[in-house]
C-alpha cells in the first residue's frame, strides 16, 4: 500500500520554506518528487541548497541503497501558483493560527477540492485549523521532527472532519517516505511527542533556575545516560528492563510510591525574565560556542547517522524504518523497462560522492566495491530476487570477488557500470561488472561468484522456478557476447 501511495504522489507543495519546510522539500525530492516551494522571504533558495547539501552527505553515510532520481525544487512566487501545481501539500508555517487560517484561504482558492493538506503545526488541534475550510475533510496534521531528512517519526493526527481515507493515504505515503508515521488517535494540545519534550523542557529551565547545573551538565545527563536508552528502547520499555525478571509490574511496585514525592516542578515554570534567559544563553554560548549552527548541524547529523546505522544492524527501532525504506529504495532501482539482453546491462549510474574521496579527492578503492554491490543488487532486482523473494526465504550470497582497479575516478564524475551474466546455471551466478566514467573509459572490472541460499536453512539451494528461468535467458543472450577483457584473471596475472 506504501508504494501504491507513493505512485499517485509525483508533484508536492510546500508552503514555508524555514527549518522544518525545508527538512520537507528535501525529504520529498530525496524520494524523487518534484516539490513546489513558497516561502516570502529573501534567500530562501540558498537557506534550501544549504540543507540538500546537509541531507546529501547525510544520506551518503546513511545507506548504500540506490537514491532515487532527485525531484526538482520549484520557487513559486504564490501560495497559489504552488498549491495548484501539487497532489499533496504541506503547510509549515509559523505557529498562529490566523496565519494558517489565511494560507488555507489561499490555498482552497487555487486548488483542487480534494488536494490534500498536512500541516506541520506542532501543537494546534486539526479541528481549529479545519475550522475555516470549505473542504475540511482534506486536512490533517503531518509534524515531523528537525532534521526532517533523516529522523523517521511523523505524528498524523485527523481532526474531527477529516476524511477516513486520507489518514490511511497519509500514513503509507510517509511510510514510502522512509518514515515511520505514529497515528495519534485523539486531538490532544501538543500532540504525544511535544507534550514529553515539554514536560522535559519545563524541568530543565527550573534547574536552571535553581542553580542546579549548567546547560551543559544537563545536555550530558541526557546524551551520557538515559537518552541512549530512549533511542532504541523509549520510556516504557526501558522502565520495563528496570523491573529486572520481574518485569513492569515489578518496577511500579518498587518506584511508583516516588510519583508522591516532590521531585519535580511540572505544573509550575519558572519566569522566563531577562536575568533567567542571559543565564541561559551565556551557558549555551560557553557549551556550543566554539561551533557555528551548519557545524552542529553535521555534527549532529553524523551521530544520528551512526545511531540508526546501529539499530539497522541489529533491525531494531528507527533502524528497521531505515531498512524497510532501503529495501524499496534498492526495488526501485531496477529498470523500469526491459533492457536489451542481447548487450551487458546497464546496472548502475551516478555521480561519485564526495563522501567517497581520498586524500587525491579520487574515489577511494572500498568504494568500486560498492559501485559493483549496487549492480549486483540491480542484476537481482531484474531476476526477481526482490524484499518479496527474500521474505519467501531465498538469496544469492557472495562468496569470490576479483577487481582490477584500471583507472581513477574523480569527486563529481559521473559513472556507470554494465554487468554481464557469465553462467547463471544450477546454484551458481557468476557476474562480470565493467565501471565507465562518463567518456566511456573502463575504470574497473569486477568478477563475482554467488550461490543461491536458503534463508531458513543457510545452506545452498535451487533458485525458484521465475528466477531459474530468467537467469537461463539472460545467460543464454549473453553467452554471444565477446568474452570480457580480464575474465578469469587472478592477482598478478600479467596483462
Avoid at 200 to 208: A, D, Y
Avoid at 421 to 435: A, P
Wanted: with cysteine.
Amino acid at each position: 500500500m506504501a508504494d501504491a501511495a507513493f505512485e499517485e504522489i509525483r508533484t508536492a507543495a510546500v508552503i514555508g520554506g524555514g527549518v522544518i519546510g525545508a527538512g520537507w522539500a528535501v525529504r520529498l525530492a530525496l524520494n524523487g518528487i518534484d516539490v513546489h516551494l513558497h516561502d516570502p522571504a529573501q534567500g530562501i533558495a540558498a537557506r534550501v541548497e544549504t540543507v540538500i547539501a546537509n541531507a546529501e552527505r547525510a544520506w551518503a553515510k546513511l545507506t548504500m541503497a540506490p537514491p532515487r532520481r532527485r525531484g526538482r525544487i520549484i520557487y513559486s512566487s504564490t501560495i497559489g501558483e504552488a498549491a495548484d501545481n501539487a497532489d499533496w501539500l504541506f503547510e509549515a508555517v509559523p505557529e498562529r493560527l490566523e496565519l494558517k487560517h489565511a494560507v488555507y484561504a489561499e490555498i482552497e482558492a487555487a486548488a483542487a477540492p480534494d488536494l490534500p493538506i498536512a500541516s506541520s503545526t506542532s501543537g494546534i488541534l486539526p479541528s481549529d485549523l479545519q475550522a475555516p475550510l470549505r473542504h475540511p475533510e482534506r486536512l490533517l496534521v503531518s509534524h515531523p521532527f528537525n532534521p526532517v531528512y533523516l529522523l523517521p517519526l511523523v505524528e498524523i493526527v485527523p481532526g474531527k472532519q477529516t476524511a477516513p481515507d486520507l489518514l490511511d493515504r497519509a500514513i503509507a505515503f510517509h511510510e514510502a517516505l522512509g518514515m515511520h508515521p505514529l497515528h495519534v488517535r485523539r486531538e490532544i494540545p501538543a500532540f504525544i511527542a511535544d507534550r514529553l519534550l515539554e514536560a522535559l523542557w519545563r524541568e530543565s529551565l527550573w534547574l536552571i533556575e535553581d542553580g542546579i547545573c549548567t546547560t551543559a551538565e544537563l545536555d550530558d545527563a541526557v546524551r551520557f545516560g538515559f537518552g541512549l536508552r530512549y533511542a532504541q528502547m523509549g520510556v516504557f520499555e526501558t522502565y520495563r528492563i528496570a523491573g529486572g525478571e520481574a518485569g513492569m509490574r515489578h518496577f511500579l511496585a518498587q518506584f511508583g510510591p516516588c510519583l508522591n514525592w516532590p521531585w519535580t516542578r511540572l505544573t509550575d515554570v519558572p519566569d522566563l525574565d531577562l536575568d533567567l534567559i542571559e543565564t541561559i544563553a551565556g551557558q549555551s554560548d560557553a557549551q556550543s560556542g566554539a561551533h557555528s549552527i551548519a557545524e552542529l548541524e553535521r555534527i549532529r547529523d553524523d551521530n544520528l547517522v551512526g545511531i540508526l546505522q546501529a539499530l539497522k544492524a541489529n533491525d531494531w527501532g528507527a533502524g528497521r524504518t531505515l531498512r524497510r525504506h532501503e529495501r524499496r529504495l534498492y526495488d526501485a532501482a531496477a529498470p523500469t523497462r526491459e533492457p536489451d539482453l542481447t548487450q551487458p546491462i546497464r546496472t548502475l549510474e551516478r555521480r561519485v560522492p564526495p563522501e567517497w574521496a581520498d586524500y587525491n579527492n579520487h574515489m577511494n578503492e572500498a568504494h568500486y566495491l560498492t559501485c559493483f554491490c549496487d549492480a549486483s543488487d540491480t542484476l537481482m532486482r531484474l531476476i526477481g530476487v526482490d524484499a518479496d523473494y527474500l521474505a519467501n526465504g531465498g538469496s544469492y550470497f557472495t562468496v569470490e570477488t576479483h577487481i582490477r582497479h584500471l583507472a581513477e575516478a574523480r569527486v563529481g564524475e559521473p559513472i556507470h557500470a554494465l554487468t554481464r551474466v557469465i553462467d547463471g546455471s544450477g546454484k551458481r551466478l557468476h557476474l562480470f561488472h565493467e565501471l565507465f566514467d562518463g567518456n566511456g573509459q573502463c575504470l574497473a572490472t569486477g568478477e563475482h561468484l554467488l550461490l543461491h541460499v536458503s534463508l531458513e536453512t543457510r545452506r545452498v539451494s535451487e533458485p525458484g522456478p521465475p528466477v531459474r528461468r530468467r537467469l537461463d535467458e539472460i545467460a543464454t543472450h549473453h553467452a554471444r557476447l565477446a568474452r570480457p577483457e580480464g575474465l578469469g584473471r587472478a592477482v598478478g596475472d600479467p596483462r
